[in-house]
């Protein structure tokens, strides 16, 4: 891990024709008058506890919808939060009253949080200086100041004039990442081809019985390098946690899952938002519901004629 904590400066550039102020400052690539800067408290959420960057339970971390980016977030500011106050010996929880700066009637006490003023170009945190890590923590996760520079040019930022620069979490994401991945392709080679078509279908993959080799590994392959699911009945799923899933379950339960999957493909069943129907009749709450219903042994008489309405149902396309 770095020594330092850098939070530079976005530039800002605009329009040559524009006579303002603020664009006379961005022609030059400034934010503020060199030697101005910004004075930044920890923010205060509505809920009344402090966005401190060492709260497993902040609500930005339960915000984040990647898994492995919050499992990281989570250990980082968990593991930060211990170090710290084994150091300082002060509670750094995030309604503690160490954040709260009017307690320290403005005075540098050690006990109460000090601003931290930011200026244009980057602003150095040596973390050998117990404070200066410490303040890098809450600075890091405010909300007017970019997770990154890429977070800012995505637009999850608009109104951020700062960005971390923070290599070590991001390659940290990168690498885990990428190591899930690799494991999740190798899972792939070793599967038979009608394992991978029951695996592709249930993820909401168009693949058929006759879908050849090929194009069902380019398909599942290409599923579990995207971010999340772009089609079908698992859109917006994380596609390598939905992968993982069925690569792990059962013989049985995932011959069923397809089986169900394809029953609705081929209008067996059909959905009204979760309830499944056959005809007129609800058949289960949800599909998972029916997945538990056929797999229990005393409905193996459903389970072998759902088996044999998709094959007529295929025989008659």
Known sequence: MSNVGIIASIKRYAN???QTLEAS??????NRLPGTGTTLFPYKELTGRYRTGLDPEASY??????PTEKEIE??????????LEEILKIDLGPTAEFWDFSRSQGDSDGKHVQP?????GENIFNFSNIRKKLEFAWLRVYPTIASSYNAWERGDFPDATFYVVDSDIENTVLNKKKTLVN??????EKMSIERRKKVARCMGLPVTDNTNEETVYNLIDSAIKDTEIKSGSMKGFNS????TSFVTMSDKILDIKDLVSQAISHNIYRKRKDLIYEGENL???????LVKLLADDENQIDLISLGEKLKSKKLAK
């Open 16 to 18: 040559s024709n524009d």
């Open 25 to 30: 400052f961005g022609k030059r690539g400034w």
């Open 61 to 66: 971390i339960k915000r984040i919808s990647d």
């Open 74 to 83: 989570i250990k980082r500011v968990t593991d930060l939060k211990k170090e």
């Open 116 to 120: 931290v003023k930011l200026v244009d």
């Open 183 to 188: 494991k999740a392709i190798v899972s792939l």
């Open 240 to 243: 390598l946690d939905v992968f």
């Open 283 to 289: 058949v289960a709450k949800n599909q998972e519901e």
